[in-house]
């Protein structure tokens, strides 16, 4: 089965949380940004300091040219939340990866070096601390450019301060469902967050999956950042609780109607396209966590979601109705 | 009052220009005040002036210039490190090295205090280890090569006797080997 390994099991997956994901973007002292380095030395030397703290002897990362890649694995590595798309369309653009792909350092995207740890479940402050651990690392071979004034200094100003950013991806399918978005994304926005969602088609949302980030990096410190993400997520858990225990409790008989429908598609398919599967995994998704229906865990109700998708499937050989035949099998083969 | 200068028809445009304290005033007809492309681009302003507040406030700066001094006072702005101007910060959203936040300070404060909520850092968590300049990292990479072509070129000078030359690429030797 195709799956981002990151998104394993772990104690911390939840209903609604499918996985957090901390960046840190740093860059070098006294040099221009990377879009405007002209000299190849210099590009190479930021790649190299990188390379040399982080795939040394006894660590276990590694290191690929993004132009070396195929399309299908740089866009596979992109819809896995593992590098921003920018960083595949421009030149010497590198990445240091972990196995599983839950440590990674983009190097020469739109800054030198953006550290990022993701995992399965909310956890802010331990994806903080490994980055952290990486960038305190990181920073004993490079000197980063700072300022007492702006903090790091990062390509865009929308990220300097403590260069940091945090995402976290949710499963918001009784808001959505409910038609509460538009009022989500108001008052998320009015605490410093914005939202988009995670899968949308022709620009139509569809899977309930949702990114929610900081857009505040300036004037506060980490803790004050994590402290917020914390405050933030957790009451839009609570919301998103309430609305499908409300939901549930007005629509009994038609939300149990619809989730065994989705789970008899999925259970009997033969052939299934990415988007069907997606929305059809999301009301299974709600119906696990009313617990309508137990057929797998809520994780790997998740890790479907996430793996069933185009572009995480490009990579078998075939044509499209083969790579549907394959999703059908793979999902029939989870559920019980 | 007739055409100043066709003398025929009735003069309807009424100019008084000042250029460098002497005064000079035109009365045209409309047909001769066509001829004139610097009337008519006035009048262009004054229309524009009318319709959009942000235009009357460029074209009262912009009055008898053939540039816009907006523009022109943003583009003389450019970083000195790495020649960023704010135009081209416009177009990719992007700083070109860290110096940009010093030289765009004024500006990028209003921005800054807009989007962030602040335009200060607060003090967290600061890394402290002493890593190297890259800058000067790839100095010191290029040393041994430089070193070589010097002491090439040192040797080449004195054995065409240009001493004066050889002194100084002696003197840049000392320099890189730190003497």
């Not at chain 1, 450019?145 to 009784?174: C, E, I, Q, W």
């Not at chain 1, 490009?314 to 999902?331: D, F, L, P, Q």
Request: aromatic residues 6%; hydrophobic residues 35%.
């Amino acid at each position: 089965m195709i799956m981002l390994d990151w998104l394993k099991d772990n104690a911390l997956s939840g209903d609604i949380v499918v996985a957090t994901k901390v960046n840190l973007m740093r860059n070098a002292e006294k040099t221009p940004f990377s879009h405007k380095i002209k000299e190849e030395e210099i590009a190479e030397l930021i790649k190299r300091k990188a390379t040399e703290c982080f795939t040394g002897d006894g660590r276990d990362l590694r290191y690929s040219e993004i132009n070396d890649m195929t399309w299908q694995q740089k866009n596979r590595l992109v819809e896995g939340q593992i590098i921003p798309r920018e960083l595949c369309s421009k030149e010497n653009t590198a990445l240091i990866y972990s196995e599983d792909y839950s440590i990674s350092v983009a190097l020469l995207g739109e800054d030198h070096y953006n550290i990022q740890y993701i995992k399965a479940g909310f956890d802010p402050e331990e994806c903080f601390s490994i980055c952290r651990n990486m960038a305190s690392l990181l920073n004993g071979s490079v000197k980063f450019a700072y300022s007492d004034r702006f903090g790091y200094l990062t390509a865009s100003p929308m990220n300097v301060g403590t260069g940091m950013k945090v995402s976290v991806l949710m499963h918001l399918k009784g808001l959505a469902a409910s038609n509460s978005m538009r009022n989500v994304e108001v008052s998320l926005t009015q605490s410093g967050f914005s939202i988009r969602n995670f899968y949308s088609d022709e620009s139509k949302p569809y899977g309930d999956l949702y990114i929610v980030s900081n857009t505040r990096s300036l004037g506060v410190t980490e803790q004050d950042i994590l402290e917020n993400v914390r405050g933030t997520v957790g009451r839009l858990i609570t919301q998103e609780k309430e609305t499908r225990e409300r939901l549930y409790k007005d629509n009994t008989l038609s939300i149990e109607d619809r989730v065994y429908r989705a789970y008899g598609i999925l259970k009997n398919s033969r052939v299934i396209g990415s988007r069907e599967a997606i929305q059809d995994l999301s009301m299974l998704g709600l119906g696990k966590s009313l617990g309508i229906i137990d057929c797998c865990s809520q994780s790997m109700i998740f890790r479907l979601m996430i793996s069933v998708s185009s572009a995480m499937m490009a990579e078998i050989k075939g044509t499209e109705i083969e790579r549907n035949v394959s999703r059908a099998e793979m999902i029939r083969n989870v559920l019980k | 009052m007739l055409c100043n200068e066709c003398g025929k028809n009735e003069a309807s445009v009424h100019a008084v220009t000042i250029i460098n304290g002497v005064r000079n005033e035109m009365h045209l007809c409309p047909e001769c005040a066509s001829k004139h492309p610097e009337l008519s681009r006035r009048f262009e302003s004054l229309a524009a002036m009318t319709s959009r507040p942000r235009s009357l406030f460029r074209n009262l700066l912009n009055f008898g210039f053939d540039t816009d001094p907006f523009e022109a006072m943003e583009n003389i702005l450019s970083c000195p490190t790495c020649g960023e101007t704010l135009d081209d910060i416009r177009k990719t959203g992007l700083f070109g090295c860290s110096d940009c936040y010093d030289t765009f300070s004024d500006q990028i404060i209003p921005v800054l205090e807009k989007t962030q909520g602040s335009s200060t850092h607060k003090e967290g968590e600061v890394q402290k280890e002493n890593g190297q300049n890259i800058g000067d990292a790839v100095k010191e990479e290029k040393k041994p090569d430089r070193l070589t072509e010097l002491q090439e070129a040192l040797k080449k000078a004195i054995s065409e006797e240009a001493f004066e030359k050889a002194a100084e690429i002696r003197d840049e030797i000392k320099k890189i080997k730190g003497e």
